[in-house]
Nanobody, 124 residues
Framework: QVQLVESGGGLVQAGGSLRLSCAASGRPFSTYAVGWFRQAPGKEGEFAATISWSGSYTYYAESVKGRFTISRDNAKNTVFLQMNSLTPAETDVYYC?????????????????WGQGTQVTVSS
């Protein structure tokens, strides 16, 4: 079992930046891939980024490519999502999720454990 806790959300103006963190506890986190997803109330969840267990492979949704950067520090059991040039349309709850498969995927069905989410609000 892996427990995930997101932090770093908050209120930011359009064009601003936030850095989200996903802290893990439980089984060795370094063997899991991690993904970030986002979801607004009443909407389907949307994939944002994923990183493999080693950090050597990353993959981004087209909508965030060039603005978001996912990274990890396995010594600290933490994955980060640096988000730049945010827009009001990206106001969502952001979730991190862990995938035992280790390589990551944009498909949320691949993930085994989920955090509770952190709210990101981008004002215009």
């Amino acid at each position: 079992q892996v427990q995930l806790v997101e932090s770093g959300g908050g209120l930011v103006q359009a064009g601003g930046s936030l850095r989200l963190s996903c802290a893990a506890s439980g089984r060795p986190f370094s063997t899991y891939a991690v993904g970030w997803f986002r979801q607004a109330p009443g909407k389907e969840g949307e994939f944002a980024a994923t990183i493999s267990w080693s950090g050597s492979y990353t993959y981004y949704a087209e909508s965030v490519k060039g603005r978001f950067t996912i990274s990890r520090d396995n010594a600290k059991n933490t994955v980060f999502l640096q988000m730049n040039s945010l827009t009001p349309a990206e106001t969502d709850v952001y979730y991190c999720a862990a995938d035992r498969g280790g390589m990551g995927s944009p498909d949320k069905r691949q993930y085994d454990f989920w955090g509770q989410g952190t709210q990101v609000t981008v004002s215009s």
